[in-house]
C-alpha cells in the first residue's frame, strides 16, 4: 500500500513538472540548452582525458616496466633526457639481477621519415624501429604469428605488423617466411607477425629490426659518451625500485672515465607514466601533457558549475510565477519535504532531457572533436561503468542544480505569497549575485587564457627564427640519392622553380645530436659545454637564407673547408672570443679554424633556449635531408621537377618531401589544440554564463515590474530605466573582473614559463577581456532590460 502511495506520487510528481515545462516553452528550452550545452562539453573533455590517462596503461607487466633516463651535470647545471647509450640494455640486464628483461629503442632511419620496405612486387612507405629480443616479453603486444624471443634474436629476422603483412601478402598467414627489403640495404625473413598498434599506445610502428642490426650498422656505439636510443628495463618481481636506481645511477662509470666537469647519473621512470610526465627541470621529472589534463578536468567541471548555476538563477527568476502555486499547496496542507521533492523531481527532469541532447551533441560532434585533436575518441556504450557514470551524472547534476531552488521556493511564507508581498531579503539576493560573479570569474579565466594562448601561438608561427621556413623543402636522404647527391644537386639546380639546394645531418627543425667535446683556446680545464652540432652541404646558408654575422660560408673553393668550422653568436659569446674568425677550435681530436659566424636562429622548439651551435660540412654523408629552396609562387613547378628527378635517379623509393614550416608547426601540436580547445570552450563558457545573466535580469525585472511603473508615471524616460536597470547587472560582471583577472594572470604566467622566448601579458590583454565581457553581459541583458523599461505603467501598478 505505502510503496502504491509513494509510486503514485512519484508520477503526480512528474506530471505536475511536466505541465511545468510545457508551459513555460521558453525558459525550459533555455535551461535545457544551457545544461545541455555544460554536459555535452564535459563529456567531450572526459573523453579527451580518460583516453589521455589510458596511454601505455594497457601493458600487463606495465607496474615492472620503466625507461632509462640520464642526469646530466655540466656547466653549473642539470638536464636531463631520455637519450641513452646503445650498448646499455645489454649491460644491465647481464649485471644488475633485478633486471629481468631490457631492450633497446631506436629509429630505422632518422626521426620523423618513414622506410622504403619493399616486398612482393610493392613498395610501401613503413615506419620501423630497432629493438631488443626482450622486447615482445616486455611490453603487450601480441603476436598473431611466430614466437617472442626469435623473431628479434637474428639479424636476418624481421617482425611486422598486421597492417603491414596485409599490404604486402595479404594476410599474417601468408606473411612468415617470406622476405622484405629495407631501404634497399637488406633483406629480412619474416619471423613474426604482430596485432597493430592500438591507439592508445605511445609507441607507434609498423615493423621491428632485430637491435644487432643497429649494433653493427652504429660503430659509434662502442663509445660510452655517445647517446641516441631510448633504453627500457623490467625488473623482476619484488624488486625494490629504489635499490635498482642506486646500483645503476653510476653505471656508465664500469665501462668509462668519470670527468668531473660533465658527468651523467642514471634513474628509472615507471613506463607509463612517460606519456603524460616527459617534462624535466633541473635534472628531475616535471610534468608535461599531465597538465593540459589537469587543465581540462578543471575547465569541464567549471562549465559544468556554471550550467548549474544557471539553472538556479533562472528557476529562481521563475519563482515570482510560482509563488502562488507554492502558498496554495501549502495552505491545503503540503508539507515543505514534499514541494522540495517536487523541485528537485522537475530539476532530474530537466537534466534527463539535457543529459539527451548532450549525448546526440556529443555524437554528432565526436567526429569533429577527434580531428580537432588528432584521437580516435569513440562513446563507450558498451561499457556498463560508462552507463552508470551517465546515471551519476544525472543525479549529481540535477541535485547540485536542484537543490537551492527546491530549497528556497519551498520556503516561501505561504500568507505573504497570497497577499502579494513576495520580497526577498539580502541573503537570497547576494547568493544569486554571488553565482554571477562566480561563473562570470570563471568565464573571464577562459577568455584571458584564450587570448594570452592565442597571441602565444601567433607569435610563435610570425617570429622570425632567423631563417626563412617559407618556400622551403626537405627530401629525406635514402636510396641512390646517398650516392649520387652531386649529380642530383647538379641537375636539381637546373630545374624551373628552384633558388637553392643542399643537405644537412639532421633537419633545420631539430637539431638533436650534441657534442661535450668541443675544445678552444683558453678553455678552463674543468668546463664542459654541450654543443649541437651539424653536418651540412655546401650552400647551407644560402638555401637557408641564414645571416652571417661576420666571416664566410663554406665554399669548394678552399680545399681545407671539411677542416673548418662556422659558429652561432652564442657559442661563440660561450667561448669568449671577441675575434672568433681564425680561432682554432678542436672537434674531438680533429682541430679546424673558425672561417664563419652565423647570428643566432632557432632550430629547435621555442620551449627552448638558442644553444651554442657549431657547424661542419661534409656531403659524403649517407643518411640525413636534403633541403631545396624554391621561387615564390613556383613552389609547385618545383616540386613536379622533383618527382620527375627523383624516380629517374632513384626510381626504387616512392619521392616524399615535407614543407619545413608544416614541420615547424609540427613542435606545437599540442598547444595548438590547447588553443583550438580553448577558443571554443571559452565561448561556450561565456554563452552559458550570459544565459544566467539572462536569467537574472528576468528575475529582477520582475521584481521590480512596480518600481519602473511609478518611476515611468513619474517622468523617468526609457533610457533612465534601461540605464538603471543595466548597471545593476553590470555590477557583478565588474566584480568577476577583479577577481578573476590576477587569478588569470597567475595561471597564464605559469603557463609561458614553459617557453624560453614568449609574450609579454600587458595591460592591453586585460583590456580586451573587460570590454569583451562588458559587451557581452550589456547584450544579453538589453533586451530585457529594454522590454522592461518600455511596459505600459499602468498594466504594471495594477494590483492581482
Known amino acids: 500500500m505505502i510503496l502504491l502511495y509513494a509510486i503514485d506520487m512519484i508520477r503526480n510528481y512528474f506530471k505536475i513538472a511536466w505541465r511545468n515545462l510545457t508551459r513555460n516553452k521558453a525558459f525550459s528550452a533555455i535551461n535545457i540548452t544551457g545544461l545541455a550545452l555544460g554536459l555535452s562539453c564535459s563529456m567531450l573533455i572526459f573523453l579527451w582525458v580518460n583516453d589521455e590517462k589510458s596511454i601505455d596503461n594497457f601493458h600487463e607487466n606495465g607496474r615492472k616496466l620503466f625507461q632509462v633516463y640520464e642526469r646530466n651535470f655540466y656547466d653549473g647545471k642539470v638536464d636531463a633526457g631520455y637519450s641513452t647509450q646503445g650498448l646499455l640494455a645489454d649491460e644491465l640486464k647481464r649485471n644488475i639481477p633485478e633486471i629481468q628483461y631490457t631492450s633497446g629503442f631506436e629509429y630505422v632511419v632518422a626521426p620523423g621519415t618513414l622506410s622504403t620496405a619493399e616486398a612482393n612486387g610493392k613498395i610501401i612507405k613503413m615506419l620501423g624501429f630497432f629493438a631488443d629480443a626482450d622486447f615482445f616479453n616486455m611490453f603487450s603486444f601480441p603476436l598473431l604469428r611466430g614466437k617472442a624471443q626469435a623473431s628479434l634474436q637474428s639479424p636476418d629476422k624481421i617482425a611486422i ?62 663509445n660510452w659518451g655517445n647517446t641516441s636510443p631510448a633504453t627500457y628495463v623490467q625488473l623482476k618481481e619484488g624488486a625494490a625500485v629504489n635499490k635498482v636506481e642506486a646500483k645503476i645511477k653510476d653505471f656508465i662509470y664500469n665501462y668509462t672515465e668519470k670527468n668531473k666537469s660533465f658527468y651523467t647519473q642514471l634513474a628509472l621512470q615507471p613506463f607509463n607514466q612517460k606519456y603524460l610526465y616527459s617534462n624535466f627541470k633541473n635534472g628531475y621529472i616535471d610534468g608535461g601533457r599531465i597538465e593540459y589534463v589537469r587543465l581540462f578536468t578543471i575547465i569541464a567541471i567549471f562549465i559544468l558549475i556554471i550550467a548549474c548555476i544557471n539553472f538556479m538563477n533562472l528557476a529562481t527568476a521563475r519563482s515570482g510565477k510560482r509563488a502562488k502555486e507554492i502558498g496554495l499547496r501549502k495552505v491545503i496542507g503540503a508539507m515543505r519535504w514534499s514541494l522540495i521533492w517536487q523541485f528537485l523531481g522537475e530539476a532530474l527532469l530537466i537534466t534527463f532531457f539535457s543529459i539527451t541532447a548532450a549525448f546526440l551533441i556529443v555524437v554528432l560532434m565526436l567526429p569533429l572533436f577527434n580531428s580537432l585533436t588528432g584521437k580516435q575518441l569513440t562513446l563507450p556504450i558498451e561499457d556498463p561503468v560508462f552507463w552508470l557514470s551517465l546515471l551519476g551524472l544525472l543525479a549529481g547534476t540535477g541535485l547540485i542544480a536542484g537543490s537551492y531552488p527546491a530549497l528556497f521556493l519551498s520556503s516561501l511564507n505561504p500568507l505573504k505569497v497570497l497577499k502579494g508581498k513576495l520580497k526577498f531579503g539580502w541573503a537570497p539576493v547576494f547568493f544569486r549575485q554571488g553565482l554571477v560573479v562566480f561563473q562570470f570569474s570563471l568565464s573571464i579565466l577562459l577568455i584571458v587564457g584564450m587570448i594570452v594562448i592565442y597571441r602565444q601561438m601567433d607569435y610563435i608561427q610570425s617570429k622570425n627564427l632567423g631563417y626563412d621556413r617559407e618556400n622551403l623543402i626537405y627530401i629525406p636522404i635514402e636510396g641512390s640519392l646517398a650516392d649520387r647527391y652531386s649529380s642530383f644537386k647538379e641537375q636539381v639546380q637546373q630545374l624551373p622553380g628552384v633558388m637553392g639546394i643542399s643537405k644537412m645531418r639532421n633537419s633545420p627543425t631539430v637539431i638533436e645530436h650534441h657534442n661535450n667535446s668541443i675544445g678552444w683556446p683558453g678553455k678552463a680545464p674543468d668546463l664542459t659545454v ?141 598547444e595548438q589544440v590547447v588553443s583550438k580547445l580553448s577558443n571554443i570552450f571559452a565561448f561556450l563558457a561565456i554563452f552559458i554564463s550570459c544565459l544566467g545573466l539572462f536569467g537574472l535580469a528576468a528575475f529582477t525585472a520582475e521584481q521590480r515590474t512596480k518600481e519602473i511603473g511609478v518611476r515611468k508615471v513619474l517622468g523617468a524616460s526609457v533610457s533612465n530605466i534601461l540605464t538603471l536597470l543595466v548597471s545593476n547587472f553590470l555590477k557583478p560582471v565588474g566584480i568577476a573582473l577583479i577577481i578573476a583577472f590576477p587569478l588569470a594572470w597567475y595561471i597564464m604566467h605559469k603557463w609561458l614559463m614553459d617557453f624560453q622566448y614568449k609574450i609579454n601579458m600587458g595591460v592591453d590583454i586585460f583590456l580586451l577581456a573587460g570590454i569583451l565581457t562588458f559587451l557581452i553581459a550589456i547584450f544579453t541583458v538589453a533586451f530585457q532590460s529594454i522590454k522592461s523599461a518600455l511596459a505600459n505603467p499602468v498594466k504594471n501598478l495594477r494590483v492581482e
Not at 661542419?616 to 621537377?641: H, N, Q
Request: hydrophobic letters at 40%.
Open 161 to 222: 605488423s598486421r597492417k603491414m603483412a596485409e599490404q604486402f601478402f595479404g594476410s599474417a598467414d601468408n606473411a612468415i617466411s617470406k622476405t622484405v627489403l629495407i631501404d634497399i640495404k637488406a633483406e629480412y625473413t619474416v619471423a613474426a607477425v604482430f596485432e597493430n598498434l592500438p591507439a592508445n599506445s605511445s609507441f607507434q610502428f609498423d615493423f621491428l629490426l632485430p637491435w644487432q642490426v643497429f649494433v653493427k650498422q652504429n660503430k659509434w656505439i662502442n
Open 530 to 670: 654541450s654543443f649541437a652540432d651539424g653536418v651540412v652541404g655546401y650552400d647551407f646558408i644560402k638555401t637557408m637564407k641564414l645571416s652571417l654575422k661576420e666571416g664566410r660560408d663554406f665554399s669548394k673553393e678552399f680545399g681545407l673547408d671539411s677542416a673548418n668550422f662556422i659558429l652561432n653568436e652564442t657559442a661563440v659569446k660561450k667561448m669568449g672570443f671577441e675575434n672568433p674568425v681564425g680561432q682554432t677550435v678542436t672537434w674531438g681530436n680533429h682541430p679546424g679554424k673558425i672561417i664563419g659566424v652565423l647570428k643566432d636562429f632557432h632550430f629547435n622548439s621555442m620551449h627552448q633556449a638558442i644553444e651554442p651551435l657549431i657547424l661542419r660540412v661534409d656531403e659524403d654523408w649517407s643518411w640525413g635531408t636534403i633541403l631545396v629552396r624554391t621561387k615564390p609562387r613556383e613552389t609547385k613547378e618545383a616540386i613536379a621537377g622533383l618527382e620527375k628527378l627523383c624516380k629517374t635517379i632513384n626510381p626504387k623509393f616512392p619521392f616524399t618531401y615535407q614543407f619545413s614550416d608544416l614541420e615547424f608547426e609540427k613542435l606545437y601540436r599540442s
